[in-house]
């Protein structure tokens, strides 16, 4: 009699996870065009010289803070000689809320007296002159030659750009160098100006730093959610 042999039970293979590296940028600009059409600079100003200032105020402040000092400061100081020639402990006084308020009153008063001096009054329109201004980095020069002038000199890397680029998987850093260096490779130069309102508007609404809404993003198929 043939003794027939057990089989053994089938091995349950467990299907494998599908590991999203990154979100198409060009779609992906492509959808943040459609969601946030009204996306723009958040901090108000009426010419170059008053964008320049706001950004300097802006660093380690938000908008929303600066947007309440600034009225007040450019009513006083409107021009960049009325900046140059006003005293030091007067501007600390305007701008107190913002933080760092003496480094940045110092700032604003040397940048005013070399636009004065240098510039004729006028804000250089190339980033290499805007650098050289006290209190202005590369990050301040971007947000008044894309935003005062229309000049796509490079791509803004503040907090919210620097959260959902990594996120997003289209940057494996936090050096905001890096990472503009980095978008601005695959990142078409007629975008440049609008990704990071963009980017700022998607973490403000929906990419939150601590609980991002992920269940209601427009993203949510295509994102990695790197770090999430």
Same mark, same amino acid.
């Given at each position: 009699?043939?003794?027939?042999?057990?089989?053994?039970?089938?091995?349950?293979? $467990?299907?494998?996870?599908?590991? #999203?590296?990154?979100?198409?940028?060009?779609?992906? @600009? &492509? *959808?943040?065009?459609? =969601?946030?059409?009204?996306?723009?600079?958040?901090?108000?100003?009426?010419?170059?010289?008053?964008?320049?200032?706001?950004?300097?105020?802006?660093?380690?402040?938000?908008?929303?803070?600066?947007?309440?000092?600034?009225?007040?400061?450019?009513?006083?100081?409107?021009?960049?000689?009325?900046?140059?020639?006003?005293?030091?402990?007067?501007?600390?006084?305007?701008?107190?809320? $913002?933080?760092?308020?003496?480094? #940045?009153?110092?700032?604003?008063?040397?940048?005013? @007296? &070399? *636009?004065?001096?240098? =510039?004729?009054?006028?804000?250089?329109?190339?980033?290499?002159?805007?650098?050289?201004?006290?209190?202005?980095?590369?990050?301040?020069?971007?947000?008044?030659?894309?935003?005062?002038?229309?000049?796509?000199?490079?791509?803004?890397?503040?907090?919210?750009?620097?959260?959902?680029?990594?996120?997003?998987?289209?940057?494996?850093?936090?050096?905001?160098?890096?990472?503009?260096?980095?978008?601005?490779?695959?990142?078409?130069?007629?975008?440049?100006?609008?990704?990071?309102?963009? *980017?700022?508007?998607?973490?403000?609404?929906?990419?939150?730093?601590?609980?991002?809404?992920?269940?209601?993003?427009?993203?949510?198929?295509?994102?990695?959610?790197?770090?999430?």
């Amino acid at each position: 009699m043939a003794i027939s042999k057990k089989k053994s039970p089938a091995k349950k293979t $467990t299907p494998k996870k599908v590991v #999203k590296k990154a979100a198409p940028i060009l779609e992906t @600009i &492509e *959808l943040f065009k459609r =969601y946030y059409p009204d996306a723009h600079c958040a901090l108000n100003f009426t010419n170059p010289y008053e964008l320049l200032v706001a950004t300097v105020l802006s660093a380690q402040c938000t908008d929303e803070r600066v947007n309440m000092v600034t009225p007040n400061l450019f009513k006083k100081y409107p021009t960049p000689q009325k900046m140059a020639k006003a005293p030091v402990e007067d501007i600390e006084n305007i701008i107190r809320s $913002t933080g760092f308020f003496k480094n #940045k009153a110092k700032s604003l008063k040397g940048a005013a @007296i &070399e *636009l004065v001096e240098k =510039y004729k009054s006028e804000i250089p329109q190339n980033l290499e002159a805007l650098v050289e201004l006290p209190g202005v980095g590369r990050k301040t020069a971007n947000v008044v030659l894309g935003n005062a002038f229309g000049i796509a000199s490079g791509i803004v890397v503040d907090t919210h750009v620097t959260r959902l680029s990594n996120r997003l998987g289209w940057v494996k850093t936090e050096n905001a160098v890096l990472i503009e260096k980095e978008l601005c490779k695959h990142v078409p130069q007629e975008d440049w100006v609008m990704l990071s309102h963009y *980017l700022i508007s998607h973490g403000r609404a929906i990419c939150k730093a601590r609980k991002p809404d992920c269940s209601h993003c427009f993203l949510e198929e295509t994102c990695p959610k790197k770090g999430v």
